[in-house]
């Protein structure tokens, strides 16, 4: 013993067999993947476009269905959330193929490796920044909008690519009666089918546990999520206290509303509060996946940019008491500045805007992200 060297056991790579990382199952899990994926995909350019219009873009921007972000945004982050039990589920499927031997074979080998990398580099870092992105956690240099969009497409890219490329595999193993002539055999073994239960399960489980932050039937449930819909001020959270905003308790005796246009005129609160008050319900959708619907009362933005001698197609934009931060300044294209339900809002549920809600005075219109729900209103400008 004394002289010789320890012999170490040699290191061999994890043997993977058996059907649960064949072709068959690879197949299964990625067009569930894929699903979630196209759905996060398309729901992310809806918000991306309705948040940060191109100019030409902004008037058309359709106000309604009312509750159109509030669905779309819900199932973006919900398909987020569905896609990371699925990515790792694939990722486990196909480990033995990432590590194969030689690592590349040939130019289009060496082509489809680096599609491969993109894709599983993208998905991660789209999944990973968006989970954390909704418990406003942002442990990155980067700003979160514009990186996260510009990997989206990256990751699209790298997907449509890797199913034209493995589109012969995945036809051959899209159904389960399929022949299997191409690699493996194709029956369904009770291996892969308790498999398949397991990561189903898994989603249905992330799911139920964080969906009812935006769908409210199923509030109960949602024990995972953030956010609580009930849980705040009036019964509706809230992102940012007017503590934290800088703004605190606005005093209602020297509170204005200054309305720039071609017939400028200021409001006090008590001159705000008696013009035409009307009622809309509808929620507040915030970006990160939360959402909720209450009734709120105030005076009709078209109704004081009309005032102010404004068109029937001017747009509008907002500036609010908070002295920083990115959502102190919003702007609102025509189809917004003009649907009846667009209110700067001045009760909620039936009580006076408490200051976190952004008393005296917030923007609240339909189909529109809850960051450009501009709290604590006090200058509109006729464009
Ligand atoms: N001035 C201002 N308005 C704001 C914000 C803000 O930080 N500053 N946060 C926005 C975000 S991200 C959301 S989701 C909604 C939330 O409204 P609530 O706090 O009344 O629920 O307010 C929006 N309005
Ligand atoms: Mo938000």
Redesign the pocket.
Known sequence: MGGMKPRLPAVRPPVFKGRLHDARTATSIGRLLGVAIAICFGTGLISHYLQHPPGWLADYLPSRPSWGYRLTQGLHVASGIAAIPLLLAKLWTVYPRLFAWPPVRSVRHALERLSVAVLVAGAVFELLTGLLNTVQWYPWPFSFVPVHFAVAWLLAGALTLHVAVKYPEIKEHWSRKSTGTLALPAADGPDRRSFLTGVTAAVGAVTLTTVGQSFTPLKSFDVLAPRHPDH?PQS?????TAAA?GVGRVDASTYLLTVDGPRPYTLTLAELSALARHASVLP?A?VEGWSKSARWTGVRMTDLLRRAGAPPDARVRVT?L?KY?S??VMEMGREYAHDPLTLLALTLNGQTLTP???YPARIIAPNRP??L????VTRLEVL
């Open positions: 705040g509706l959270p809230v992102n940012k905003a507040i915030c609010s908070e931060g959502y102190r976190d809600h952004g809850g960051v729900q501009t709290k604590w």
